[in-house]
Structures are given as C-alpha cells and as structure tokens.
Nanobody, 125 residues
Framework: QVHLVESGGGSVQAGGSLRLSCAAS????????MAWFRQASGKEREGVAG???????KYAASVKGRFVISQDNVKNILFLQMNSLKPEDTGMYYC???????????????????WGQGTQVTVSS
C-alpha cells in the first residue's frame, strides 16, 4: 500500500523560502514518476513540479527558476525547494506518485495514482 506524507509547509513572507518533504512508503521514488501539485482556495489543483523515473524534471511556468524538485533515493523522500515565494504561491501542496507516467504528463492531475494528504503553504505580502 502506498503512503505519501508531506511536511515542511508553513507561513512565510514574500521573498522567503520553504522546503517541502514527502516521505514515501510502498513506492520507490527513484524508480517511477513523482510530482508536486497545489490547490489554492476556490481554484483547481495544478501541477507545480514533476520528476520522471529517469530524473528528468518538469516545472509549471509560474514556478520555473524559483522551485526545484529533487529526491533522496536512500531515504525515499521527495523534496520541493521553494525560493522567492510570492503570495500567489499560497495553497495546499500535495505530493503525488504517478506510476508509469511519461514526463509530458507529469503535471496532469488525472495521471496521478496516489496522493498525499497535503501541507499548507501561506505566503504573505
């Protein structure tokens, strides 16, 4: 059974940084695709960053150059380093496992097989 547990969310001022972590069990982060999604209040869930089984990454245009997705293959943890945060980055952030999903579909919610419970990120101006 796959379990994804996020941590690292919180409240920061604009321009600050946060690092989200996603501890995975029942799923090997280095052997298949994973991604981060977010959902702001009243908006649809959107893909933020993804990494496929070959280590190739994909970012939403809104976060490219500010966010970095990475993984610790020994500890089986997925990370999202978020820098230069903006108020529009506010939302619930979800870790997602997307088995057998190609890189071009990494940020597509319908391609996700497993979701974490989410961690809240709030950026104030």
């Amino acid at each position: 059974q796959v379990h994804l547990v996020e941590s690292g969310g919180g409240s920061v001022q604009a321009g600050g940084s946060l690092r989200l972590s996603c501890a995975a069990s029942g799923y090997t982060v280095s052997m298949d695709s994973m991604a981060w999604f977010r959902q702001a209040s009243g908006k649809e869930r959107e893909g933020v960053a993804g990494i496929d089984r070959d280590g190739r990454t994909k970012y939403a245009a809104s976060v490219k150059g500010r966010f970095v997705i990475s993984q610790d293959n020994v500890k089986n943890i997925l990370f999202l380093q978020m820098n230069s945060l903006k108020p529009e980055d506010t939302g619930m952030y979800y870790c997602a496992a997307a088995p057998w999903v190609a890189r071009w579909r990494l940020l597509t919610p319908s391609a996700v097989g497993y979701w974490g419970q989410g961690t809240q990120v709030t950026v104030s101006s």
